[in-house]
């Protein structure tokens, strides 16, 4: 069995919780550093042997902080990185219903269409995202590997692994600075831990639902 610790980040200082961002490079605010020093002590007893991450120093330095104490060099992986809004970067939903009424409509829709102006679309993102899974597919049984990128990412990921149809990430909330486990079999996937917060302190927490899912979340 291989164990995958998968990471949200937490919060930017520009607002992830309540405004797009994809491939601009945020860093994290306070309570986003608060909450990857909260998940360093959450995995502080964990073995981990690899660690990879988006290049996006949001995701970076997160994965950076919880592995410090594993003395583990991070791996950062451009096919992490969350998808480019395009010119949606850093808007709020009704600032794009405004702007970009008929992407808005199939975002709500949930549509496998979906594409975002002068950006990626969601097939572009599960092919970027499967060919990170070739990395996973070279590690030995028995490894736990540490995971830290994009609620976007994370989400198709999930759903790669575990055999679920693309439409399913949808269906799949993880908030910022939460913790996601998966372990990996010979013929099977077992989703055994998704979005949990328990680690991050209740002056920390902050709401990030208030938005509709983009390509399966906000940054």
């Known amino acids: 069995m291989s164990k995958l610790l998968l990471v949200r980040h937490g919060e930017t200082e520009l607002n992830s919780s309540q405004r797009y961002w ?17 998940l360093r002590g959450r995995l502080a007893d964990e073995k981990i042997d690899f660690a990879y991450s988006s290049t996006l120093k949001r995701a970076l330095v997160t994965a950076q902080t919880i592995a410090s104490i594993h003395n583990l060099e991070v791996i950062s992986c451009p096919e992490l990185n969350e998808i480019d809004f395009g010119k ?31 950006g990626e679309s969601l097939s572009q993102l599960d092919k970027r995202v499967s060919e990170f899974r070739k ?5 030995a049984l028995d490894t736990v590997i540490l995971i830290v990128a994009h609620s976007g990412v994370l989400r198709t990921l999930i759903c790669q692994i575990l055999g679920w149809e693309a439409a399913a990430r949808w269906k799949i ?29 209740l002056c920390h927490s902050r709401e990030s639902g208030n938005l509709p899912l983009a390509s399966g979340g906000q940054t």
């Open 22 to 38: 994809g491939k601009t490079d945020v860093p994290l605010g306070a309570l986003g550093l608060s909450a990857a020093e909260s």
């Open 88 to 118: 949606m970067e850093g808007l709020t939903f009704n600032e794009v219903n405004g702007k970009f009424p008929e992407v808005a409509r199939l975002w709500v829709e949930r549509s496998p269409e979906l594409a975002y102006p002068e």
């Open 135 to 139: 990395r996973l597919s070279g590690h």
């Open 173 to 201: 909330k993880l908030d910022l600075g939460s913790l996601s486990i998966v372990d990996t079999y010979p013929e099977t996937a077992i989703l055994s831990l998704l979005n949990d917060t328990s680690h991050l302190s």
